[in-house]
């Protein structure tokens, strides 16, 4: 089923939609839940959480592309679930890192997870994105939207884990000025 056709059975209010967009990104989602959260249990309870937010949204919002549309609903209800749990044991202290990972980029008088000015400031890093090397771009985003390990990346990129963590502070460092040239205090 194609994803129009997904995103019209939630405009027709067809319970049907949650079957296929499990179906055809359940795996997906629970991925993106497990990189963040690393327990099973809490994965399943946020990728269901995932399809009751989808259908709670779709309508009105009728997403341009419903894997990102899906991800980025598992992912901030992931981050907030593990925010909820808060201790660092689980998922292997990732979290924490990533996050301070990114702090060197957007810190401010604002803690990091606040969404003040969220909308301008994915804007402008997505066109950050947009500007780098396919490869810089991809470990950045795999990293960063979908908390995969440095190992894994590794393994994915066939890059050793050193050259990972030297790519990803690299890319973190021109983001960093690419930031201060938009006007951002960091």
Not at 1 to 14: G, K, Q, S
Not at 46 to 73: E, G, Q, Y
């Amino acid at each position: 089923m194609t994803d129009e056709e997904i995103i019209e059975l939630y405009w027709d209010r067809n319970e049907d939609a949650i079957h296929q967009s499990d179906v055809k990104y359940g795996s997906y989602c629970r991925t993106v839940a497990n990189n963040i959260l690393h327990d099973a249990e809490d994965t399943k309870e946020c990728v269901n959480d995932t399809w009751l937010r989808t259908w709670l949204s779709i309508p009105p919002t009728h997403p341009m592309n419903l894997k990102v549309f899906l991800a980025k609903i598992t992912r901030n209800l992931a981050f907030d679930r593990y925010r909820s749990l808060n201790t660092q044991k689980r998922g292997g202290g990732q979290m924490p890192l990533i996050l301070d990972e990114l702090t060197e980029c957007v810190a401010a008088d604002n803690n990091v997870e606040e969404e003040v000015n969220a909308r301008v400031l994915a804007d402008n890093i997505s066109a950050f994105l947009y500007g780098l090397k396919r490869k810089d771009a991809d470990l950045f985003v795999r990293r960063y939207f979908y908390a995969e390990s440095i190992e894994a990346l590794g393994k994915k990129f066939h890059m050793t884990k050193n050259n990972v963590a030297v790519n990803l502070s690299r890319t973190r460092n021109k983001l960093k000025k690419y930031l201060q040239e938009e006007g951002y205090a960091v």
